[in-house]
């Protein structure tokens, strides 16, 4: 049996499509356990869900469990129709295409809630789930349909209850950012540091109510776009074309909306785990002055990186607008085959039509000299805020020694 790449999440959340029933242990194509299924979710209303709940140690009472994994199962394959119809029927007909066509129509936020039946009985079962474990953290899988299932399941949530949402990895499915209602869409905001939505570009169902340029904003988590290797359709969909980079992470496109942005979400992820830490008996001054400064650290940084990764964009096109106009100009001298005019006279001649150095190179120099000069001084400022934040920082720590202790021993808890 084909083996999807050795990626540790990639792999829990296909194994949603294993033979997931009560007391069943779940492993993944490796052979590691991912732990024992204790609650199924199959087509309780007719809807077509399939969610399930899985924990390390099944005998444990509900209440002393600390961690559950929540499987959302994706669309059950058109080569089932004959064995499973009503299936099929549910997954492609009533979710997998009408929750499509509502993206897709959707060319802005929606002011209410466009889900379907199976999405709301997904948020139901998680709910459900939450419930009888009502002081463990919970990791959320899913792909394609599952993924969907898994975006509207957090998204139903309430702004207390989300914040038990450890991590959530998603893969190959549309996003639903778009569909949700307002309110939805905000309780989700809530963790966006903490979900993973990979989307493979070369899958068009992937790329259903997304828009590479925008990376993850307006989208549902941290959307990372997966530079995939060709597949056939169902293969592509069906993840085989993930590759690892030579860190054994999934191979995705680095462009500053995603990456730099995502780098960014993740580390104020962090920032407001260790301000829950810290606010359990109230703040010290010194407690509200490291988590202001590390804030303050964190944003400068994050916006210093992402203009200065665009500002390198920005010289890239300059540079290449310059070198292709560059061209044109030279060309400008060849004289076409056929005629007997001199090298002079046909420059000349483009010249008189309108073709000379103004007009190739001088209008792309003229045209983005400015946005360059805003570019450099735009950088230029944020990294002059980084620096005078970080020396203020330090200065402080210089004059107290005993506070630059506890800001030693708050670090490491990030």
Same mark, same amino acid.
């Given at each position: 049996m084909r083996k999807y790449v050795d990626d540790s999440n990639l792999q829990i959340a296909m194994t949603e499509y294993n033979d997931n029933s009560?007391?069943?242990?779940?492993? !993944?194509? &490796?052979?590691?356990?991912?732990?024992?299924?204790?609650?199924?979710?199959?087509?309780?209303? $007719?809807?077509?869900?399939?969610?399930?709940?899985?924990?390390?140690?099944p005998k444990e009472n509900a209440e002393d469990v600390q961690e559950v994994t929540v499987l959302f199962r994706g669309s059950t394959g058109p080569d089932h129709i004959f064995k499973e119809t009503a299936d099929v029927w549910n997954d492609w007909a009533e979710n997998d295409f009408v929750i499509g066509t509502h993206i897709l129509k959707q060319n802005v936020p929606s002011d209410q809630d466009q889900s379907t039946e199976q999405l709301k009985a997904s948020a139901r079962a998680l709910k459900d789930i939450m419930e009888k474990y009502p002081n463990a953290k919970i990791n959320i899988y899913g792909h394609s349909l599952g993924s969907?299932?898994?975006?509207?399941?957090?998204?139903?949530?309430?702004?207390?209850?989300?914040?038990?949402?450890?991590q959530a990895y998603i893969f190959n499915g549309? !996003?639903? &950012?778009?569909?949700?209602?307002p309110e939805q869409r905000k309780?989700?905001?809530?963790?966006? $540091?903490r979900i993973y939505n990979y989307a493979d570009a070369k899958d068009n169902i992937s790329m259903v109510g997304r828009d590479i340029a925008k990376g993850s904003i307006g989208s549902v988590g941290m959307v990372y776009y997966v530079d995939s290797e060709s597949e056939d359709p169902i293969n592509q969909h069906m993840t085989y074309g993930y590759r690892l980079d030579k860190d054994g992470k999934i191979k995705i496109f680095s462009n500053t909306s995603t990456v730099a942005y995502n780098d960014f979400l993740i580390k104020m992820e962090g920032y407001k785990t260790?301000?829950?830490?810290?606010?359990?008996?109230?703040?010290?001054?010194?407690?509200q002055l490291f988590l202001d400064s590390e804030q303050a650290k964190i944003a400068a940084s994050g916006i210093c990186r992402i203009v200065t990764e665009e500002m390198d964009i920005i010289k890239n096109i300059y540079n290449r607008g310059i070198q292709d106009a560059s061209e044109v100009f030279a060309s400008c001298s060849n004289v076409p085959w056929g005629f007997i005019l001199s090298s002079y006279e046909t420059e000349v001649a483009y010249s008189e039509g309108g073709l000379n150095y103004e007009t190739t190179i001088g209008i792309i120099q003229n045209r983005f000299h400015p946005v360059v000069d805003k570019a450099k001084q735009l950088e230029k400022d944020f990294t002059?805020?980084?620096?005078?934040?970080?020396?203020?920082?330090?200065?402080?720590?210089?004059e107290d020694r005993e506070l630059a202790s506890k800001f030693s021993q708050w670090e490491s808890l990030l």
């Open positions: 009560i007391k069943r242990e779940v492993k !993944d194509q &490796y052979d590691r356990s991912v732990g024992t299924v204790t609650q199924v979710y199959n087509n309780t209303t $007719g809807a077509g869900e399939q969610v399930y709940a899985v924990v390390k140690n969907m299932d898994a975006q509207y399941a957090m998204a139903a949530l309430e702004a207390a209850q989300i914040e038990r949402i450890q549309p !996003d639903i &950012y778009r569909i949700l209602s309780i989700v905001d809530q963790i966006k $540091g260790l301000k829950n830490i810290l606010a359990s008996d109230g703040y010290t001054a010194g407690e002059d805020l980084e620096k005078q934040i970080q020396n203020g920082i330090q200065k402080k720590l210089d």
